[in-house]
């Protein structure tokens, strides 16, 4: 499997950014995608996650109601679209891919795959 992330970029506060994460190599029945971040210093935290098969959406507190996660099914893609961005949203940006079962969709442990990261950054 791999996992393609793309659409990161530099922005102004409260600016946009829409990123994607491409998945191939295997079809999955059901599986979770999630985002995670991780900014210099600091361990990587979970953005948010969805289930495959109407199992939900997920989003950490920091991000609710500025970033929604999306997905074209024909494409085995996920979009995270980032409104209203802080320049403490900064952050290597990556897509993760839980195999199933259905686990803790905000803990890193719980994914297989991992994409390579695209880099974020929001000036004040």
């Known amino acids: 499997v791999q996992l393609q992330a793309s659409g990161g970029g530099l922005v102004q506060a409260g600016g946009s950014l829409r990123l994607s994460c491409a998945a191939s190599?295997?079809?999955?029945?059901?599986?979770?995608m999630g985002w995670f971040r991780q900014a210099p210093g600091k361990e990587r935290e979970f953005v948010g996650a969805?289930?495959?098969?109407?199992?939900?959406?997920f989003y950490a507190d920091s991000v609710k109601g500025r970033f929604t996660i999306s997905r074209d099914n024909a494409k085995n893609t996920v979009y995270l679209q980032m409104n209203s961005l802080k320049p403490e949203d900064t952050a290597v940006y990556y897509c993760?891919?839980?195999?199933?079962?259905?686990?803790?969709?905000?803990?890193?442990?719980?994914?297989?795959?991992w994409g390579q990261g695209t880099q974020v950054t929001v000036s004040s």
């Open positions: 190599g295997r079809s999955f029945s059901s599986y979770a």
């Open positions: 969805i289930r495959w098969g109407g199992g939900g959406i």
């Open positions: 993760a891919l839980d195999q199933g079962p259905y686990g803790e969709y905000w803990n890193p442990n719980e994914y297989n795959f």
